[in-house]
């Protein structure tokens, strides 16, 4: 769905019978407030089978939880860290902010911001940003948020079941790629933003219908949007969220999806969905790297005496995660074969995984001269070694050193500097793309990272990113990103001086081992041999450089030495403006000497501090500063334990934990080595202990109320899991309702979870109660019990009020005297949604949420441009809008020459098209109709046309018969008629008396009976009671519902509504 050049604003009104006509009205305003409480108090509470929500009302919460929200942008926040690139796009996003404040434990306060779609597109929690960091340009909080997604199978990119050609053909995918081939996915969050120029200024996010907060929540309701655009398929689905805090870090999140096609008009080919995302969701990989699941309702988080027994997920790329592939745990699986729910966990985590790392290796025989991509594998086994395949040997050769160079590319992984260095030994490799982040595929966390190890020195390089082991056949060079941020020349340079340093060549070639990082030992800076200027709290950042090599100690540089002077580490609270993921932050006298610089280290790899006299280890989270000040010892870090605070119990237990693993009692300085944390847990300190990890949990049942487990939902439900963090720095989690899954027009679907903010020792408690209160349900129109709404009407404005209380049946209003029409404030057989739209000053209320769209309908009659096709003709369009035929043609005398374009023009519906010769000048062209904005054309048939009338090509018209054969179809001394919907159906009361009644009327349109009257209903003299054109048509089936006997009469039209023809009847009586 295209957006207009205007920014459009959506209020949703409530279902108002459809035979009511609105006047036109120069302005329109709702009591929004009431509405919007109204309406989605009752949508979300007043049918049949409601559960009542698990969480209280903010009043019986615990007296230390707040509440608290908004509609005004506060603005950017700090530790979202979006894409500078799309950030500025969030005020037009925004749409409410809600927060929970727990004053005893911070783990359990959070804050979510939602967007005009009604859903989260970012939540803080742990002091950080949850969501992705938005790295998609065409897609910033379209894709990468937590949203309901409902599918079309039949029409997602499916060749063989086009509804939207004139006789429900299928299309030819060669002829008409675009509309065979255009996906259908309903966003909650709104359009890719790929059409220009509508999405050039700002995406387009959905729109919101109604919004409420109160007490302890917050209710949404928004029109889901076609996320693929340009696309020829609309969308007939609201999606209606509440968020409830439920006290200690818990949010209850209620997704409905309601369906509001008209269940009697509709065909269910075109708006049925029959998969979905509830929902679509997912965290950042950076702060959340590692996924917990548990086994047989038991979450092992691991422990210092066990250290590999962990719970965790393989996070395999997306789409990875297939049965009986490299994911595992993590692979696609059926929520009755889970537990029920799943946690993502901060940095710090110790998992059992080897982590293994190879280069690609050329083929057996294989020359890359010749072929210089297929010539390689990006791996191979040991058995393909000894069978002839080359592995490619990582290595700095003695004759020329790295010779690093800055490698310019259009997307840099990551925004690092990008280099390409000599690291290969061996020349003769073809082209490869590993394009990696880790050693590990399925280990998007830190401890997997790549480090190139020079085996001649000790030294490991952190590298974020491999884009080619190797490119041409004729070099040495590897393709990688460094850890350095790109600023430009001064950051490439300090890169490429690092690296060629680091690996700087030796008297013979040596190789470069791949590890991960956790096998390296990270290294405090160095002191150039210039020294530092010293002072109180003078603070020197260009005496110091963030590494050194051994060649560079013997030249005079001094590496940062750790270890506790006799007068202990007297360690202090560090008051940090930006604390590292809400972590306890510590500066302790931890170095040996003084005359150390400013280092800005910000090493957020997890490590240990190591009392080499008592064998204790501090588990360290963070280091901001080796040092800071050139006149003191300490150094800046942070542990694993949440700020609760200046009083807070982990503050001061962090304090008394350092300084006891530290006290000194010897005269002399104790040194202290820096480890990390070991695979194996052999050297795993004593005090490691998972549990105050940060947390973030998903809960989502265990699927117990669909069909499949015995339940009432139609179909299934699974959880799939995967990463994407070598592009986009984001873990995409899903719960899909699928297999025999079904949402028709007129129904609703609803789906209760809750997401939790936690330390990890608290997941398994929380979720396991929590599974006891998920709630899931289907709909039918026939359960609601709705309030009454009434429009009121004067010169100036329109006003709705809603009854005071749910199935409340009148309203007042004492400004206006009576409403223009009425409605319900729920679903209801007959009646249609009315959308309030703003675009620019023009304003619209009515039930089409599309009004202000490009049209759907667009004619173009062009003249041929073979000589003699120009000639007179006049064309006349129904628009299907109660006006008849309109001529649209405007050409002098109704002349047209060769290639001249007739009529090109768009309509809001279209019922056909009229062409009529003018004189006996012969005009021969094309009629065709488009509805993808102009992007293909089809033909339309003709009803009374010689030749061939199917799908019409060339035509001509004459008042005469001299040129009847300058086209395959023929339009001779007549009009002619060119439906667009060939078969029109009309049900209408006879005007005699007793001729009203009961009786109720179903359609095959080629999907099988469908209702298209009201069920029941008593019909009036006169009433139309269907008045409905189909691309093909059946039979009509028509039956008595009481004795109140029906008199009417039942035709067909196949020429547009011109004329009207009996059908016959196969078991009825009389004539």
Not at 42 to 65: F, G, I, K, M, R
Request: charged share 20%.
């Amino acid at each position: 769905m295209a957006s207009s050049t205007a920014r459009r604003r959506h209020r949703w009104l409530p279902p108002i019978l459809a035979a009511v006509t609105l006047a036109h009205q120069p302005s329109a305003t709702t009591t929004a407030t009431t509405i919007d409480e109204a309406l989605l108090t009752d949508l979300l509470t007043q049918y049949e089978t409601h559960a009542p929500t698990e969480c209280t009302v903010a009043s019986s919460l615990d007296s230390n939880t707040t509440t608290t929200f908004t509609f005004i942008y506060p603005g950017l926040k700090s530790e979202s860290e979006w894409n500078p690139d799309v950030e500025g796009f969030e005020e037009n996003l925004f749409q409410a902010m809600m927060s929970h404040v727990d004053d005893t434990n911070g783990e359990r306060s959070w804050e979510i911001r939602i967007g005009t779609g009604g859903n989260i597109y970012s939540a803080t929690a742990h002091g950080m940003e949850i969501a992705s960091p938005q790295k998609l340009g065409y897609a910033p909080w379209i894709d990468e948020v937590d949203q309901i997604v409902s599918v079309n199978k039949q029409l997602n990119g499916n060749p063989g079941a086009d509804p939207n050609s004139n006789f429900g053909n299928a299309c030819d995918a060669a002829s008409d790629p675009y509309e065979c081939n255009t996906p259908y996915y309903i966003h909650q969050a709104g359009a890719y933003t790929r059409e220009s120029p509508y999405t050039d200024a700002e995406p387009f996010y959905s729109p919101s219908l109604a919004r409420h907060c109160a007490h302890n929540y917050c209710m949404f309701a928004s029109w889901g949007t076609q996320a693929h655009i340009p696309n020829p398929f609309k969308s007939s689905l609201m999606y209606i969220t509440k968020f409830t805090n439920c006290g200690d870090g818990i949010i209850e999140h209620t997704q409905m999806i309601h369906n509001f096609a008209d269940p009697l008009t509709s065909e269910s080919l075109v708006v049925d969905q029959d998969y979905f995302n509830v929902g679509w969701s997912g965290v950042r990989s950076s702060n959340l790297p590692f996924a917990l699941e548990p086994t047989n309702d038991v979450l092992t988080i691991g422990s210092a005496a066990d250290v590999r027994d962990v719970d965790y997920l393989p996070l395999c790329r997306w789409n990875q995660d297939f049965r009986g592939g490299p994911a595992g745990r993590a692979e696609i699986k059926n929520l009755d074969t889970l537990g029920g729910y799943t946690t993502f966990v901060g940095e710090g985590l110790i998992v059992n995984r080897e982590y293994q790392l190879t280069t690609a290796c050329r083929k057996a025989g294989a020359s890359c001269n010749l072929d210089v991509t297929g010539c390689m594998v990006e791996s191979c086994t040991d058995a393909d070694i000894a069978d002839g395949y080359v592995r490619i040997p990582l290595g700095v050769r003695a004759s020329s050193g790295p010779n690093c160079a800055f490698h310019n590319q259009a997307n840099p992984h990551g925004g690092y500097v990008a280099l390409k260095c000599d690291f290969r030994l061996t020349s003769g490799f073809g082209r490869t793309r590993p394009y990696t982040t880790g050693t590990d595929p399925c280990a998007p966390w830190k401890d997997a990272r790549i480090g190139f190890y020079n085996t001649l020195t000790g030294a490991m390089l952190e590298v974020s990113f491999v884009r080619h082991w190797s490119f041409s056949a004729s070099n040495f060079l590897v393709y990688f990103s460094t850890f350095i941020k790109d600023t430009g020349t001064t950051s490439q340079t300090e890169a490429i001086d690092m690296v060629n340093n680091m690996f700087a060549a030796g008297s013979s070639n040596f190789d470069i081992e791949l590890r991960s990082v956790n096998m390296s030992p990270v290294k405090p800076w160095c002191r150039k041999p210039t020294g530092c200027l010293t002072g109180p709290s003078v603070s020197d950042p260009d005496c110091m450089v963030s590494s050194c090599t051994e060649t560079m100690i013997e030249n005079g540089y001094t590496r940062i030495a750790l270890g506790v002077p006799p007068e202990g580490p007297d360690c202090q609270f560090y008051n940090t403006t930006d604390p590292y993921q809400g972590l306890v932050s510590l500066q302790c006298n931890l170095r040996t000497t003084t005359g150390f610089g400013f280092t800005d280290v910000n090493e957020d790899r997890p490590i240990r501090f190591y009392n080499t006299i008592t064998g204790k280890m501090v588990e360290v989270a963070y280091v901001k500063h080796w040092s800071l000040y050139g006149d003191d010892r300490r150094v800046y870090f942070s542990v694993f334990r949440a700020d609760d605070g200046v009083d807070g119990v982990n503050r001061n237990l962090a304090i008394n934990e350092v300084n006891e693993i530290f006290a000194n009692d010897f005269t002399s300085t104790i040194p202290i080595e820096i480890r990390s944390p070991s695979e194996t847990g052999s050297d795993v300190s004593p005090s490691y202990d998972p549990a105050p990890l940060p947390a973030f949990t998903y809960v989502y049942g265990k699927g117990e109320e669909y069909d499949t487990s015995g339940g009432d939902v139609s179909g299934w439900s699974r959880r799939r899991i995967g990463s994407t963090v070598d592009t986009r720095d984001y873990t995409v989690f899903t719960i899909n309702w699928l297999g025999t899954a079904k949402l028709r027009a007129g129904e609703t679907y609803v789906n209760r979870g809750f997401k939790f903010s936690s330390d990890l020792g608290s997941v398994q408690a929380t979720a396991s109660n929590l599974n006891t209160k998920i709630y899931i349900d289907e709909i039918a129109l026939e359960q609601w019990t709705p309030r009454k709404i009434d429009i009121y009407q004067d010169s100036s404005k329109v006003v709705a009020v809603a009854a005071t209380s749910a199935g409340g049946d009148s309203t007042t209003c004492p400004a206006l005297s009576s409403p223009v029409c009425s409605g319900k404030s729920t679903p209801q057989f007959g009646l249609d949604p009315f959308f309030h739209v703003e675009c620019g000053s023009e304003s619209y209320l009515g039930p089409n949420p599309y009004h202000f769209n490009p049209l759907d309908y667009c004619i173009l009659v062009k003249t041929n441009s073979a000589s003699a096709s120009d000639g007179h003709v006049a064309v006349y369009v129904n628009a299907n809008d109660g006006a008849g035929y309109i001529k649209v043609s405007q050409g002098q005398d109704d002349y047209y020459a060769t290639n001249e374009v007739v009529v090109d023009q768009c309509y809001a519906d279209l019922a056909g098209v009229k062409i009529q010769a003018v004189n006996s000048n012969a005009w021969v062209g094309t009629v065709k109709v488009s509805q993808d904005h102009k992007m293909t054309y089809s033909s339309l048939p003709c009803v009374d046309c010689g030749g061939e009338n199917n799908a019409v090509g060339s035509i001509v018209v004459d008042n005469d018969f001299t040129d009847s054969s300058a086209a395959p179809t023929q339009c001779l001394q007549k009009t002619c008629t060119l439906p667009f919907r060939p078969f029109c159906v009309l049900v209408k009361t006879r005007g005699m008396a007793y001729s009203d009644g009961c009786m109720d009327v179903l359609i095959d349109s080629g999907n099988g009976y469908v209702p298209f009257s009201v069920p029941g209903a008593e019909h009036q003299k006169n009433d139309v009671v269907v008045d409905q054109c189909f691309a093909d048509l059946r039979s009509v089936q028509v039956f008595a519902t009481t004795t109140n006997a029906w008199i009417g009469d039942i035709q067909v039209s196949t020429d547009g509504k011109l004329t009207y023809n009996a059908l016959t009847c196969d078991n009825c009586s009389g004539t």
